[in-house]
């Protein structure tokens, strides 16, 4: 549930298209998920494409985390089964926590909207060091649905009785 009545928190979030073919002309899923972050009331700090190398992935990661310049950093593409597919396993890597039910929740949504194909998806949040981690799948309406249902909410300081925003300042205790 959402307090109206108190002042929402900005938050700077990063988004990292993972992907062979997609570019800034041919991506949807980036643009949704830019739209809605400034719809909500965030910055939009960067938006970066990138060819499905693991490598490139965990050094562009690494590096926004360590400017400190985002709060949330959100990965769309590279979570299915096919052998260029290594955005969870990158995350998994460098997270310092997971959070499990996240990738549940995801799970749980697109199996009521696409039935046992959800099972083939492998989103995943966590956290390095400050910083929130978020991988979804490349479709659109997956980035739809993580978005609506699930990140809207917790990326909320207005989301009762908790949310991930409040959690920002004691992430390195």
């Known amino acids: ?28 899923s980036g643009k949704i998920l830019a739209e809605r972050i400034i719809k909500s009331g965030h910055e939009l700090k960067k938006k970066i494409y990138l060819k499905d190398n693991p490598e490139d992935i965990e050094e562009n990661i690494k590096k926004i985390v360590k400017s400190k310049n985002s709060d949330v950093i959100i990965l769309s593409g590279g979570t299915g089964l096919t052998g ?3 955005t969870p396993e990158v995350l998994k890597k460098i997270m310092t926590k997971e959070i499990p039910g996240f990738g549940e929740m995801f ?67």
Request: hydrophobic fraction near 35%; charge should be positive; proline fraction near 4%.
């Open 84 to 86: 260029r597919d290594s």
């Open 1 to 28: 549930m959402i307090n109206k009545t108190e002042k929402s928190k900005s938050l700077k979030i990063s988004v990292i298209i993972v992907s062979d073919t997609r570019n800034e002309s041919s991506d949807k």
């Open 107 to 173: 799970r749980n949504i697109s199996f009521k909207k696409i039935g046992t194909s959800s099972l083939q998806s492998r989103a995943i949040g966590g956290v390095m060091n400050e910083t929130f981690l978020f991988a979804l799948p490349g479709s659109p309406n997956a980035c739809k649905d993580a978005w609506d249902e699930i990140l809207k909410y917790q990326l909320d300081s207005r989301t009762k009785p908790c949310n991930l925003v409040d959690l920002i300042p004691r992430l390195i205790e």
